[in-house]
């Protein structure tokens, strides 16, 4: 069996395989991000990096069996933009067609959710046996017309029975899903990190993070954490911080690679901000090793 991964990051398409004991023979990754490729590499160095997806010319491909892909959500979260997928110019982007006609014509694009219509694109080049699409939960005129798209609909699933992390997405595949999720019931308050680094430890300015509304304040007494987002890296207003005894601080790596249900260490060669950017974009590796158990 031969994988396409668009939109693949640090390769969590692969670790759920991996975990699901799915065999496969060659993997293709779509990334351009340098630091998660660093990644992939260091763990699955065996992976055929293929670089920027608007580049990739199928027909150059062997027969793919599995694209998988994480289109980009920024314009379609409910906690973003909600542009949804437009032009510059606020032309609507609804059809592949439609897409195409105005890439050709020179259009720009608001955001990368549009990247969206590359998936498709490659999904019909490629006619895979299973395809598999994940995205946030977005306004009921996006999902629809993913839909419609992709001819089935999506199946909401919660990573809080994978994980210590409560995590919604939506999931469109022609994957037979087991909709039955027995809980693994991992805990926060069982899993947290008993040592951190002095440097996660909110300080001086840093704790008038703690009063603002945004911020996401747990403790180490929580069943589960909130959705670790890509902006952790950055360590906004929005970050989740931990409350461990008298100490405000911000999630370990560990922490975080738990959360996503990572191997342990699987970030080692990453720095923190780096690490913690790339595991809040990346996917729950539990929950999509529970949807390739089906994949024959």
Known sequence: MNVLSLFDGMSCGQIA???????YDKYFASE????????????????IQLGNLLNINTYKLPKIDLL?????????SLAG??????????????????????????FTFHGQSYLFWEYVRILKETNPKYFLLENVKMSSKWKDIISR????????IDSKYFSIQNRKRLYWTNILVDTDIQDKELYFYNEYSKEYDESLILKGKGLNKLSRPRCRVYSTESEKLPTLLKAQEKKPTDSIVIKQGNIYRYPTITEAEKMQTVP???????????AMGMLGNGWTVDVIAHIFKNIK
């Open 81 to 106: 933009l909600k542009k949804g997928m437009v032009t510059t110019k606020n032309i609507e982007v609804t059809t592949l067609e439609k897409y195409l006609e105005l890439k050709e014509e020179g």
């Open 149 to 156: 798209t992709l001819d089935v609909e999506p199946i909401e």
């Open 32 to 47: 351009i991000d340098e630091k998660t490729i660093e990644v992939t590499m260091d763990n699955y160095p065996k992976t």
């Open 264 to 274: 342990i260490g699987y970030t080692k060669i990453s720095k923190y901000n780096n």
């Open 17 to 23: 395989l991996n975990r699901a004991n799915i065999k």
């Open 68 to 76: 998988i892909g994480g289109s980009p959500c920024q314009s379609f």
